[in-house]
């Protein structure tokens, strides 16, 4: 049987295989590269907003969708000549119209590209309708958008921090749901795909997959932290158990969710070409990836950490250092008095702090006559004999 075989089996029977929090700064180091690269991304590149962000013209065209037809309407666009016309977006509306997008036009460019469009479709130029989006609707849903995310990360942050009775899983859990979105925010910078109200849509979708991924890894910390007394580990100990036994739910889940998402990108890129489901498929599959790995990576190494930081845990580290330090002693003066070929009488010191000193090896008593027990009868143990 493989190795990696082997590893699932004992993750499903719920062993613990991988020592993933021993390997924080790792992660820490792996995450910070990655949300380098994004934000340079987003500072350099920029996001390409789209038509409702930014504003522009809207033109719906009655023609019959065809594999031509967004290439088409298109080239009919950047053929009138007009300047700054390379970013027109087209795209298609059910089975009979074609959306055009454009940068603002004046009305003598209005009527020049709602005649063009109307030539193309062979239709009257009043059936082709136009609008005129201003960037205001844009920064409207922006600045409602960045509201209700203020909202909704105190909210849950009170939530979790009163759920779990612990401030620091309220803040491990953030920090993972921030680190989600600076990701997909920047990954949407380097490949240049347009942010839509879609993109919106997906990223707040992301947020809940992001803490619920989150929250059932919490759940299994605090219901091993409870068996700290019992076990004798540390709450990094417990907390990495606690990830071994739901990762592979972790890994599955994510599949499953993933590749349909999959599927859709694929098709708004390779299919579609343009359209709301490529911006929402390639934001919801870079987040629901991201949420998985911070929720098991960025979310629980935080809470160790600051966990191992508190009195209580120092304390609790001093304690077992203590009785391991015992039981080394223990098994050190067993073995000697099993190897040594007189009996040796050994010590163990069990007072509080004896870990901190260096101990003392067991001495071994020196030989001489055994002196074995003497049969007595009860007169004479009544006389003291």
Known sequence: ???????????????????????????YVLSAVVLVICLVGIGVRGLNLSIEFRGGSDFRVPHAVTATTVTDAGQVVTGT????????????????????????????????????????????????SYSLIGASWGQQITQKGT?????????????????????????????SVLHDLVVTVGVYAWVGFSVTPATLTALLTILGYS???????FDRVRENVHELPSRRETYGTAANRSLNEVLLRSINTTIIGVLPVLALLIAGVFVLGTGPIKDLSLAMFVGMISGAYSSIFIATSLLVDM??????????????????????????AEELAATSPVPVVVGVDVTEGAAQADPEPPAPVAPGERH??????????????
């Open 211 to 217: 803490l619920y991924d989150t929250m059932v890894v």
């Open 1 to 27: 049987m493989a190795a990696p075989f082997r590893a699932l089996v004992r993750l499903s029977h719920g062993e613990n295989v991988f020592d993933l929090l021993s390997k924080r700064r790792r992660w």
């Open 307 to 332: 966990k191992e930081r508190t009195a209580e845990m120092r304390d609790w580290r001093r304690k077992l250092a203590r009785h391991e330090e015992r039981e080394r002693q223990r098994d050190a």
């Open 372 to 385: 074995q027990p003497q049969h007595r009868t009860r007169t004479e143990r009544r006389r003291g004999h």
């Open 81 to 128: 000549g007009l300047p700054e016309m390379s970013d027109v977006i087209v795209t298609t509306i059910g089975a009979n119209t074609v959306q055009v997008q454009t940068r603002s036009l004046t009305s003598p460019e209005v009527t020049q590209v709602r005649g063009a469009l109307a030539q193309w479709a062979g239709v009257p130029s009043d059936q082709v």
């Open 147 to 175: 509201i209700a995310l203020v909202v909704f990360l105190v909210l849950v942050g009170l939530v979790i921090a009163i759920y779990f009775r612990d401030w620091r899983m309220a803040v491990a859990a953030i920090v």
